[in-house]
């Protein structure tokens, strides 16, 4: 999750929420990449989650990072919780998941090169102090209260807030993972455009990234667990907008749904400050009841476009939010997925073109069956898998058509990355088929030998 921002003056006007917002835009030669990705950490030979402080902890791999690896540490109220370096943060999600948030760089092959170099430094320092991590949507055998809350004030308003507002709140907010890709748009009307097809198809990343089959030390009947979290979480800040395929979509109008979403804090002097529920709207009045005369700036403003959790959502960049966190491939996968289909003019509209027709109602069912059956999901006469099939080949134009190589010009273009997706279109099976078949087979019911057979 999102750190602190910073730099934003006083709101003086109202205009100026969309205007933060509209400054994202960008000319397609500055269009950057920027890949994040979830993981848990567990204790090698217990197989237990690790805890914040200890000789096997979170700390001593942050710590370990730092030392050995060159990052520079961020703290707060003494503890550290992140570091930074060129550009990328190591960040802690809330259950002590390892998040690296990447640079935003030029090109599929630089995006999986950090990744590579980040997990590599990761499994050095693990291997050190005797931990382990994995790829997963979900614990697959953890329970709630095996989990560490992570010192962040952040955290703490929100695990309480999640109880009132939702029955998974404190599930996803411990126990799930994901991996993202932040893409840029050039205006209001190619943010527009991308929104939509962002939204339409994030259940095709579902499908197709599907990673998280068990929790809790069983099979839950989903193959993305972490999908289904997202659907019983907090209704006010998450879902599948329906708003943004109506006419007079544009900043303003996100603006105005933003506004409508309950805040959770105001970060002031290094302090989150208790805002749970209360509006933005009154922020902007000075009539916050938690600081009352206190006016409002663009940086809180930032700070609450980070507190949204819809499958897509933007901020001076679109988030595409629909994939588990999966294996190393995957990782570079899912932002060649993204930016085969946003990135190229022609495959932006041939994806338009494909989902235009769909209904607020055939997206959501789309959404909710994607989370169950994955690539075997059917809604209406569309069929995932084979849905699935003409997207991937509508990103793979697009990757082709940007022709962007890699390797010292040896190879031609990104659309190597897309091998792993191919490979479970051409099959029919995703990670959690995978999964499902080594669980009721060779493993034979023994969820313990995930570990060891998909840790990074």
Known sequence: MSIPQSGGGPIEDYSQLAEYLEAGNKPKADWRIGTEHEKFGYC??????????????????????????????VTEDGNLIGLEKNGANVSLEPGGQLELSGAPLETIHATCDEVNSHLREVKDVADRVGVGFIGLGAAPEWLHEDMPLMPKGRYKLMDSYMQEVGTMGRVMMRRTCTVQVNLDFASEADMVKKFRVALALQPVATALFANSPFFEGKV????????????????DRTGMLPFVFEDGMGFERYVDYALDVPMYFVYRDGKYIDALGMSFRDFLRGELPALPGEVATLSDWADHLTTIFPEARIKQFMEMRGADGGPWRRLCALPAFWTGIMYDSGSLDAAWDLVR??????????????SVDALQARVEGIDMHDLARRVLDISEAGLRARARPGAEGLIPDETHFLNALRESVESGQTPADELLARYNGEWNGDLGRIYAEYSY
């Open 44 to 73: 090698k030979d217990t197989h237990a989650p690790i805890p914040y402080h200890g000789k096997r902890s979170v700390l001593a791999v942050l710590e370990g990072l730092r030392d050995a690896h060159g990052w520079s540490p």
């Open 220 to 235: 839950n009947g989903h193959k993305s667990w972490r999908a289904r979290v997202w659907r019983d979480l907090d209704a």
């Open 357 to 370: 027709g769909w209904s607020a109602e055939q997206r959501e069912a789309l959404r909710v069956t994607a």
